[in-house]
């Protein structure tokens, strides 16, 4: 079964950048999307960005438009979350997830792979 293997996060000062990446632990075949997702200490999990396989559309929540970029590189079989500009707001656990059909949907359900989560902490 595929995994999703995080990386990147950390504490960072507001106003700083950081940026997160995920990949599958195996090759897939698949034309997949990819999503990030968030959830901050007693809060429901919300979207945060998405991408389809062409990289010919990407999706955002209204928080992070113009201070978050989501990209991938389909030779690397690789995903990023650019962040910067980052608020005390933006802490939380990331999570990558992985939409083997779909074309960028914001709605965490239709994902079938998720990584394994990142804290990313922002101070002011």
């Known amino acids: 079964q595929v995994q999703l293997i995080q990386s990147g996060g950390g504490l960072v000062q507001a106003g700083g950048s950081l940026r997160l990446s995920c990949a599958p632990s195996?090759?897939?075949?698949?034309?997949?999307?990819m999503g990030w997702f968030r959830q901050a200490p007693g809060k429901e999990r919300e979207f945060v960005a998405a991408?389809?396989?062409?990289?010919?559309?990407?999706n955002y929540a209204d928080s992070v438009k113009g201070r978050f970029t989501i990209s991938r590189d389909n030779d690397k079989n690789t995903a990023y979350l650019q962040m910067n500009s980052l608020k005390p707001e933006d802490t939380a656990v990331y999570y990558c997830?992985?939409?083997?059909w779909g074309t960028g949907t914001t709605e965490s359900n239709k994902y079938e792979t998720w990584g394994q989560g990142t804290q990313v902490t922002v101070s002011t």
């Open positions: 195996a090759r897939t075949f698949n034309r997949y999307a």
């Open positions: 991408i389809n396989w062409r990289s010919s559309s990407t």
């Open positions: 997830a992985l939409d083997a």
